[in-house]
């Protein structure tokens, strides 16, 4: 409930699972556009993958140096 909340702006509290969830989103969104680039973006696309999966499994745990990594390693991912 509470992430239906804040994903309907009836709630500004923010915290990093929240913010990792909107940056795994906003994430898969452009792997279509590195996709398309063919050769050139297969490099950046295993590497965002892979910045993926390590978000996934980090979000299972509740270390938080670990999850601000995480959180800036996302937000550097560029449109």
Do not use: W
């Not at 973006?41 to 590497?47: D, K, Q, R, W």
């Amino acid at each position: 409930m509470l992430d239906e909340q804040y994903r309907n702006g009836k709630d500004n509290t923010d915290n990093l699972y929240f913010a990792i969830h909107r940056e795994i989103e906003r994430v898969k969104e452009i792997i279509p556009h590195y996709e398309a680039m063919g050769k050139t973006g297969e490099i950046a696309l295993h590497f965002i993958r892979n910045d993926l999966s390590y978000a996934e499994e980090v979000l299972k745990g509740s270390d938080i140096v670990e999850l601000c990594q995480c959180l800036v390693t996302l937000k550097a991912i560029k449109d």
